[in-house]
């Protein structure tokens, strides 16, 4: 069974940065489309980044410019690097392996001005 564990979430002020880390259990992990999402507090979950097998990477227009997704097969890790944040950031960011349907439990960031 597919786990995933996110890390990496915690306090910052704004203009800061903040990796988060997406480790995957089992041997889907080079084979798979990874993506982050995240959830603002009262909103509906949204996309934040793709990467393919392939490393191609797709962001949403919010965060262009200043977060980037990259994975490493190796360790079956796939991260998401945020600089620049913005209050409008803070959210719970969670990864997902659409190939399986899994989910991880989250981590929340929070950006204070």
């Known amino acids: 069974q597919v786990q995933l564990v996110e890390s990496g979430g915690g306090l910052v002020q704004a203009g800061g940065s903040l990796r988060l880390s997406c480790a995957v259990s089992?041997?889907?992990?080079?084979?798979?489309?990874v993506k982050w999402f995240r959830q603002p507090p009262g909103n509906q979950r949204e996309l934040v980044a793709v990467?393919?097998?392939?490393?191609?990477?797709n962001y949403a227009d919010s965060v262009k410019g200043r977060f980037t997704i990259s994975r490493d097969n190796a360790k079956n890790t796939v991260y998401l690097q945020m600089n620049s944040l913005k209050p409008k950031d803070t959210a719970v960011y969670y990864c997902?392996?659409?190939?399986?349907?899994?989910w991880g439990q989250g981590t929340q960031v929070t950006v204070s001005s």
């Open positions: 997902n392996l659409p190939r399986t349907g899994a």
């Open positions: 089992g041997s889907a992990f080079s084979f798979s489309i």
């Open positions: 990467i393919t097998t392939g490393s191609t990477t």
